[in-house]
């Protein structure tokens, strides 16, 4: 995975995400992935997954997240910077993408495209760890 595609959020991305102004949500991040989670009705509050092969992806990504910067600016800073994250990232998809996006084995863990009551357009199609084209998104 060459990173390439990736659109990295802007400086300005990121001081809308930190004082909350951003039009992104959580949720629609989570099944942009295809993960599976249980939501309450208005899919506010803390995020619930039944798959262990998601909860471990889960922890391993706070491990990744008490490694950030503390300091506001120098987060931003850091999250702005091209790259940032890429190895980290990458070491994330090598130890979990198969499992989780994977072609082979149970998918019960994932959403499948345009599921009701996902967001029209949040995860158009099913994604596949062996699909380069996936593993860029």
């Known amino acids: 995975m060459d990173g390439s595609s990736i659109n990295y959020a802007t400086s300005k991305d990121w001081v809308d995400i930190m004082k909350n102004r951003s039009k992104v949500r959580m949720h629609e991040l989570i099944e942009r992935l295809g993960l599976r989670a249980k939501w309450s ?3 506010r509050g803390k995020t619930n997954f039944e798959s262990a092969l ?5 922890a391993d990504m706070g491990d990744v997240v008490s490694t950030l910067p503390k300091e506001p600016d120098e987060l931003m800073k850091f999250l702005s910077a091209e790259g940032s994250l890429k190895e980290e990232v990458d070491g994330l998809l090598e130890k979990h993408g198969t ?9 019960e863990h994932l959403i499948t495209a345009n599921e009701p ?7 158009p199609r099913d ?9 860029s998104l």
């Not at 009551?117 to 995860?123: A, F, L, N, Q, R």
């Not at 994604?127 to 593993?135: A, G, K, P, S, T």
């Open 54 to 58: 998601v909860r471990e992806l889960v």
């Open 127 to 135: 994604l596949y760890f062996e699909n380069d084209e996936d593993r």
């Open 41 to 43: 009705s208005n899919k």
């Open 99 to 107: 499992k989780v996006w994977g072609r082979v084995g149970d998918r």
């Open 117 to 123: 009551g996902v967001e029209e357009g949040v995860y």
